[in-house]
């Protein structure tokens, strides 16, 4: 059997066990009352976003958590086939020497960014700042993404040697220690900006799939096992996800899947030396942030928006788009973005 017959295989599987456990885990999250019963938020001043709750408030009551699910079936079924593979004796090669410190790195990212964000969704769905209990507030969720990404990139720099960045077209330079505060930042802005993407049904997980199967190439080519067989995990319970997650959204990913999603994409980006072509691939998630970024930097110093409403999908509702149009057009663009990033990393 092929390498990319087992790859295939292993999306399947995952896939199939996602969706025979995410209707009951649908139902718990119901029973736990894991959901936004009132779709009001505010932005990172504590101000409310009006422009959000207007398009949204039809939303309230949705479980939001569906990253948990994600999470936990990826994790289990990665670390029990890594061995399995080397049981039947299927060669597990790597990109690097140190396979145990990249299993470890993804482990490590998906996990820890997936608790912070859980609590994160746990503080607002049960008001624990209210109660007294100390509840993550903007600057303090920051302050550990930093911190983590920070661990991660050690992690990077020190057990796998990576200290380089392919730049399309002049090629590939070292830039030394360099690599931890760059790819700290780049953890950290993607993050933030599948969190920020995370608003329309359908948006953020079927964008990311998009994305995902491009480095899924990417790592195949290169005879990546373990990545091969995360992403390939990864891309299967996604796709569960994405069934249930699509417009009338059933269910949400939360804080707890867009932040341990977004720094693990940015993670397997820079373990394939490939962030540049990452910006590309995942260029809907950078012209998310940006405009929040921009729209916040502009009412902070200038009192003034530079768009009608932030993050730049909102706009498009404002201006009277319908949300499956929005979806389905990101989608669209999406392909055509990871079919360039692709093409990009190829001269």
Same mark, same amino acid.
């Given at each position: 059997?092929?390498?990319?017959a087992?790859?295939?295989?292993?999306?399947?599987?995952?896939?199939?066990v996602?969706?025979?456990?995410?209707?009951?885990?649908?139902?718990?999250?119901?029973?736990?009352?894991?959901?936004?019963?009132?779709q009001?938020?505010?932005d990172?001043?504590?101000?409310l976003?009006?422009?959000?709750n207007?398009?949204?408030?039809?939303k309230?009551?949705?479980?939001?958590?569906?990253?948990?699910?994600?999470?936990?079936?990826v994790?289990?079924?990665?670390?029990?086939?890594?061995?399995?593979?080397e049981f039947?004796?299927?060669n597990i090669?790597?990109?690097?020497?140190?396979?145990t410190?990249?299993?470890?790195?993804?482990?490590?990212?998906?996990?820890?960014?997936?608790?912070?964000?859980l609590?994160?969704?746990?503080?607002?769905?049960?008001?624990?700042e209210?109660?007294?209990?100390?509840?993550?507030?903007?600057?303090?969720?920051?302050?550990?993404?930093?911190?983590?990404?920070?661990i991660?990139?050690?992690?990077?720099?020190?057990?796998?040697?990576?200290?380089?960045?392919?730049?399309?077209?002049f090629?590939?330079?070292?830039?030394?220690?360099?690599?931890?505060?760059?790819?700290?930042?780049?953890?950290?802005?993607?993050?933030?900006?599948?969190n920020?993407?995370d608003?329309?049904d359908?948006?953020?997980?079927?964008?990311l799939m998009?994305?995902?199967f491009?480095?899924?190439?990417?790592?195949?080519? !290169?005879l990546?096992?373990?990545?091969? *067989?995360?992403? &390939?995990?990864?891309? @299967?319970? /996604?796709? =569960?996800?994405?069934? +249930?997650?699509?417009?009338?959204?059933?269910?949400?990913?939360?804080?707890?899947?867009?932040?341990a999603?977004?720094?693990?994409?940015?993670?397997?980006?820079?373990?394939?030396?490939?962030v540049?072509?990452l910006? !590309?691939?995942?260029f809907?998630?950078? *012209?998310?942030i &940006?405009?929040?970024? @921009?729209? /916040?930097? =502009?009412?902070?110093? +200038?009192?003034k928006r530079?768009?009608?409403?932030?993050?730049?999908?909102?706009t498009?509702q404002?201006?009277?788009?319908?949300?499956?149009?929005i979806?389905?057009r990101?989608?669209?663009?999406?392909?055509?973005?990871?079919?360039?990033?692709?093409?990009?990393?190829?001269l």
């Amino acid at each position: 059997m092929s390498p990319f017959a087992v790859l295939l295989g292993v999306l399947l599987f995952s896939f199939s066990v996602t969706s025979v456990a995410i209707v009951p885990f649908i139902n718990l999250l119901y029973s736990l009352k894991f959901q936004r019963l009132e779709q009001e938020t505010r932005d990172v001043f504590g101000k409310l976003t009006p422009v959000f709750n207007l398009f949204h408030k039809q939303k309230a009551g949705v479980p939001v958590g569906g990253g948990l699910l994600i999470i936990s079936a990826v994790s289990v079924l990665f670390a029990v086939l890594l061995p399995v593979l080397e049981f039947f004796n299927i060669n597990i090669t790597s990109n690097y020497e140190n396979i145990t410190a990249e299993v470890n790195i993804l482990f490590f990212t998906f996990m820890s960014f997936g608790i912070l964000g859980l609590y994160d969704d746990i503080k607002k769905f049960f008001k624990l700042e209210a109660s007294g209990f100390f509840g993550l507030r903007m600057k303090h969720k920051l302050i550990f993404q930093i911190i983590l990404a920070v661990i991660i990139s050690c992690m990077m720099y020190f057990s796998l040697g990576i200290s380089f960045v392919y730049v399309p077209f002049f090629g590939t330079f070292d830039i030394g220690m360099f690599f931890i505060p760059f790819a700290t930042f780049i953890i950290v802005a993607f993050a933030n900006a599948i969190n920020i993407t995370d608003g329309l049904d359908g948006l953020a997980a079927g964008s990311l799939m998009i994305s995902l199967f491009g480095l899924w190439f990417l790592s195949a080519s !290169i005879l990546d096992v373990p990545l091969s *067989l995360f992403l &390939a995990l990864w891309i @299967g319970a /996604l796709i =569960s996800f994405l069934y +249930f997650n699509i417009f009338p959204a059933r269910l949400f990913m939360g804080d707890v899947g867009s932040l341990a999603f977004g720094a693990t994409l940015a993670v397997v980006g820079l373990l394939l030396g490939k962030v540049f072509a990452l910006l !590309i691939i995942g260029f809907i998630f950078v *012209l998310e942030i &940006a405009s929040s970024f @921009g729209q /916040l930097m =502009s009412k902070r110093f +200038f009192g003034k928006r530079i768009l009608p409403a932030a993050p730049f999908h909102l706009t498009l509702q404002r201006y009277g788009w319908e949300e499956p149009k929005i979806v389905q057009r990101a989608w669209l663009i999406q392909i055509l973005l990871t079919l360039f990033g692709l093409w990009l990393t190829e001269l």
